[in-house]
């Protein structure tokens, strides 16, 4: 793994001064249009009084009002598009079960440039045409699925469209028999698939299998471990958000020090999310894109809600490209309790350290007699022996009460449950219950 | 090659280019599209010296060339052929093409602006053909022709041509293009101006759109080909091209 390939070298290694002008360029011709052809956009910009003419570089670009998820929800279905509907060739749409979701309109341009990047992620992640791709994701109105699909063909790989449906067991199967070596899949499948591996006493090295690739959900790099361990490969992170495209935005190189930003297509801010002004360079902060080549639907300063921090120093890998640290939290799953913020990813972090539990958790806030509490429901691990005992499960109980009382300074009562017992494959927001505001005094 | 960072400029109280970025890199041939009075020529002119820039940057060959003369950006290797030709028609087609050399005079050059001369008459053979008659007998492909091969007599790095195909019969349009694909091939830089779309996009690697001194679309010409606004506006989608 000491060459690294690259889909498109050209741009993934251009120099910084050509890569700003021709982004200043893209940014130009893109709020020129959204100012035309987006009511929106042309209400947000002439209430802040914004001259597009004066938007001379790419700091200039603060200036501008941000777009939120609420401003995409109420316009739903299509009045974000920049383009009549007879040019779009393909709708996708966030769930919002809760809400109205978001719908995402893609040109034929789109599609193109998101193939592109798709092809250009998983090429950094180093899949070739040689490999044989199992794609263990959704196809419905989520992108992701579709978007690794396009870029593996783009490339040349062969590609099997697993999706989600089908069982992990029947997954496997078709690992063992297509000879996949690459499986894309979201952390939280692929650890069930890694379980059931160990289930059907499949040895790991019987499989093709030699690399991974993430997408969808947040993790921890020790849960990137395990799961390494368990399916002995290496795993590769990837970055997207149905909203803009999933995936394509970025994603890691062999070197795995950050997800390599596809800066042609995308502008990417990192600003502070209470007082929403940018942060100083290289520091964490909620990652804001626009959209720079996008036709149906591109967004200004999208506030992406991601936490992370970029690094614009070149690569080992030859990239140019600016890397975004891998996102861990986000900027609204912050957790308040008595006047200590924390995101859930900590505490998986903390479970994570101890032997004996797993990351399966949920974190339940709630309010009794006036009074806040906080309670974390761990699942143990059935490998730890004396599991029965009373005295053992005492110990480890006052351990995580420990570890988290002293990294976090949180008093929480931690609650063990049945191994397996809690969800897995449910939305990560669930892994958080808040019932404080419930009813009651 | 060239660089253009945020353009502004116009006549008098008139502004016409409201900040207009764009790129030619070396070797590439770029178009700039756009409808009458969507600011291509004014572009094409301040680059070229003839206005003078109000606002912005325009960096030649590493080099910032804001409010320099016409004549020093010709002689740093930027030609323009402009539009409507302008040939000089009491002069002869070799005097016109010996007019286009008049930055590189001198004894020592003399055998280069000959060899030059050769280029141009192997290019456009009607040139060398009828090189005693006077310029305004041509007709107008030829005289465009005319225009071009001049331009290239002064040795340019960049070639800036404004509306070539403007008046001129189909067929000489594709002679005329055919030449400067040749150019193209031989690794000339160009940035081409033009209303005839479909045959700038074919010639071209990269276009811009402008409308109303704003660049509203940019990118390669086979995805400004593809682009359903650019071929509604440019390329009369629904309808055949009698020059294909």
Redesign the interface.
């Known amino acids: 793994m000491s060459q690294t390939q690259m889909y498109k070298a050209q741009i993934e290694t251009i120099s910084r001064e ?1 890569l700003t ?2 982004q ?3 940014m ?2 893109t709020l ?2 959204v100012y ?1 052809n987006v009511a929106f956009y042309r209400t947000a910009f002439d209430s802040y009084r914004v001259n ?5 570089d790419l700091d200039r670009l603060r200036e501008l009002p941000f777009t939120t998820r609420e401003d995409l929800r109420k316009s739903y279905p299509y009045n974000m598009f920049a ?1 009549p509907l ?2 779009i060739v393909r709708i996708h749409s966030t769930s919002g079960t809760t809400d109205r979701p978001i719908v995402i309109g893609y ?3 789109d599609l ?1 440039n998101w193939t592109e990047c798709a092809a250009r992620v998983l090429t950094a992640a180093g899949i070739t045409e040689q490999d044989v791709v199992q794609i263990a994701l959704d196809f419905n109105l989520f992108s992701e699925g579709f978007g690794f699909h396009q870029g593996a063909e783009q490339i040349g790989a062969s590609v099997i469209p697993a999706s989600l449906t089908t069982s992990v067991k029947k997954q496997i199967v078709l690992m063992k028999d297509f000879k996949t070596s690459v499986l894309i899949s979201t952390p939280s499948h692929t650890s069930n698939i890694a379980a059931e591996i160990e289930k059907l006493q499949v040895h790991p090295e019987g499989l093709h299998l030699r690399l991974g690739l993430f997408c969808g959900d947040r993790w921890t790099e020790a849960v990137r471990r395990q799961i390494e361990q368990r399916l002995r490969i290496l795993f590769i992170d990837t970055y997207g958000l149905t909203e803009i495209m999933s995936p394509g935005i970025a994603g890691e190189c062999s070197f795995r020090q950050g997800l390599h930003i596809n800066e042609d297509h995308f502008i990417a801010e990192i600003i502070d999310p209470k007082t929403l002004q940018p942060v100083e360079a290289g520091q964490e902060g909620e990652l804001v894109l626009t959209t720079i ?1 996008k ?1 149906g639907f591109p967004l200004i300063r999208y506030r992406t809600g991601d936490m992370t921090s970029l690094n614009l120093q070149p690569c080992p890998c030859g990239r140019t490209l600016a890397r975004m640290a891998r996102v861990t939290a986000r900027s609204d799953d912050l957790i308040l309790f008595n006047g200590i913020g924390f995101y859930p990813s900590q505490i998986e972090k903390i479970l994570l350290s101890i032997e004996g539990t797993s990351p399966h958790y949920q974190i339940i806030l709630d309010r009794k007699d006036g009074i806040d509490t906080l309670s974390i429901k761990v699942e143990i691990s059935d490998s730890i022996p004396g599991l029965d005992e009373v005295r053992v499960l005492e110990t480890l109980r006052s351990q995580i009460y420990r570890r988290i009382k002293t990294a976090l300074d949180l008093e929480a009562r931690i609650v063990f449950v049945e191994p397996k017992s809690l969800h897995r494959e449910t939305d990560s927001r669930q892994r958080v219950i808040d019932r404080r505001l419930e009813n009651k005094g | 090659m060239l660089k253009i960072l945020n353009l502004e400029a116009g006549y008098g109280p008139l502004r016409i280019l409201k900040g207009v970025s764009l790129h030619v890199k070396q070797g590439e041939a770029v178009a700039i599209l756009g409808a009458n009075g969507a600011g291509k020529t004014t572009l094409l002119k301040t680059i070229a010296g003839i206005l003078k820039p109000r606002c912005g940057d325009i960096v030649f060959r590493g080099q910032k060339i804001n409010s320099q003369s016409p004549e020093k950006i010709v002689e740093k290797g930027g030609a323009m052929v402009p539009e409507g030709r302008h040939v000089f028609s009491a002069l002869t087609v070799k005097e016109n093409l010996m007019l286009g050399a008049y930055t590189r005079y001198g004894k020592n050059n003399r055998e280069e602006v000959a060899q030059t001369l050769e280029q141009v008459y192997s290019l456009f053979g009607i040139l060398r053909e009828r090189h005693l008659q006077l310029a305004g007998t041509l007709s107008g492909g030829q005289q465009q022709m005319l225009a071009i091969g001049r331009a290239l007599m002064s040795g340019p790095k960049l070639l800036m041509m404004d509306e070539p195909s403007l008046g001129a019969a189909p067929l000489v349009i594709r002679d005329i293009y055919q030449a400067v694909e040749g150019l193209k091939r031989n690794g000339l830089t160009i940035l081409l101006i033009e209303q005839n779309a479909r045959a700038a996009l074919a010639v071209a690697d990269r276009a811009y759109v402008l409308e109303t001194g704003q660049i509203v679309v940019e990118g390669t010409s086979e995805e400004l080909r593809h682009n359903p606004e650019v071929q509604r506006a440019y390329l009369g989608k629904e309808y055949q091209s009698i020059d294909e």
């Open positions: 050509d002008q021709l200043i360029e893209r130009q011709s020129n249009r035309r597009l003419e004066r938007l001379k383009v007879r040019d040109t034929r341009s193109r080549t036709e």
